[in-house]
């Protein structure tokens, strides 16, 4: 099939569409991204209460759909992290907001990203796993005043843990063992 240099449809041979086959080329996926958010967020100015939630959900599931659809990884991302703001904006909209449940939902489609992703290809990136887990944890961990101290202490620790891993495998010392 011959495509002229114009066409949105590129041949892409990568990880992240199933096949390799036709896809939208980035400035095409770019756009439509962009009107999506567009369209849901001028949606957004006119409704209030559970309509907010429902106009996240219905733009998060237009883009988790295409990534099913199309299966390119750029469609899950703000799909599940509108969907994650929707399910956090329920609660609120039925008061049950206790100053926590959007980042909670947030940190739900994050963790979102690296699930249906993992189910959809059978792998995964581990990075959405960072961002959600944080926003899952923090906003439930501002609420026990014990639990903050150990966060204190835990946290710079844990980044040397971290730190200390990555350079240790970036030496290679662990294949020579």
Known sequence: MERSPNS???????????????????RTLGGLILVILGLGLFALQSVAGFGEALVFFLVGAI????????GRYGFLIPGCILLGIGLGRVGTAYGYDFGALEGLGLGGGFLAIYLIDRIYRGRSHWWPLIPGTILLIGPLLTRLPEAQRVVEIAWPLGLILVGLILLVGAQGITRRL
């Open 8 to 26: 949105p449809l590129e041949r892409v041979d990568d990880d992240w569409g199933p096949g390799g086959g036709p896809h939208l080329s980035g």
């Open 63 to 70: 883009f988790v759909a295409a990534y099913l659809v199309r």
